[in-house]
């Protein structure tokens, strides 16, 4: 019942690329106070689905795939509403760089993506990880955490490892595209000792992992 757990681990660590995926810009004090009031009036109107999320191209972007499978998961087809942003990063046309840097502040109070808008508490999660913890909390039952405390406790490590930098030889050599088969990029990937170290590692816990909860 757990298995979704390991999946998400898995494809952190695959699919994760080096580069962030949106750009690292500050907003201003008066981005700020634009994005509280869009969220306000969100607030103020009714009847709607209880998550909102905003992300970059699935295709591309980790991040944002992450969380998509994490509310998929946790609310079901029709549990969440999606909104994809171009995002203003490098990929990001010239002409269009300051445009997508606006719009993704009407999302996210950082402009960056993924972030999920929770409208039963008024709040935006952003951080793929960060919103993976809200939903598992919020959605007890939905097996993105595991139930055991000591598979919990080893799933939140690695996650965080996986998140915060590790696996640097990986990402920075097999970037994240689904749109493309590269066999030829990955064999030459995968001649290089310290993406194979890489790969071993993520096997071997992966391993471990199922080998505990079966």
């Known amino acids: 019942p757990e298995l979704m757990s390991n999946l998400l681990l898995i494809l952190q660590a695959v699919v994760s690329t080096a580069a962030v995926a949106t750009p690292a810009f500050m907003p201003s004090h008066h981005h700020h106070q634009g994005f509280l009031r869009s969220q306000t009036a969100i607030m103020s109107q009714g009847g709607h689905v209880r998550f909102r999320l905003a ?14 499978l994490a509310v998929k998961e946790a609310t079901g087809e029709k549990g969440f509403e999606e909104v994809t942003c171009l995002l203003a990063g490098a990929g990001a046309p010239a002409d269009k760089r300051e445009e997508a840097r606006i719009r993704l502040l009407e999302f996210s109070p950082t402009g960056k993506l993924p972030a999920l ?5 008024g709040e935006t999660v952003h951080e793929s990880l960060a919103i993976i913890i809200h939903l598992a909390l919020s959605f007890p039952n939905s097996t993105l955490l595991p139930m055991d405390a000591v598979a919990r ?6 996650c965080h490892e996986l998140h915060g930098g590790g696996f640097a030889a990986l990402r920075s050599n097999m970037p994240m595209n689904t749109n493309v088969v590269a066999r030829a990029a990955g064999a030459q990937a995968l001649s290089k000792p310290e993406v194979l170290e890489d790969v071993r590692y993520v096997k071997l816990f992966t391993r471990y992992a199922l080998f505990r909860q079966a």
């Open 117 to 121: 808008l929770d409208r039963d508490i």
């Open 55 to 68: 992300i970059g191209n699935k295709s591309y972007s980790s991040w944002s795939l992450r969380a998509w």
């Open 153 to 158: 406790a080893r799933c939140l490590s690695a």
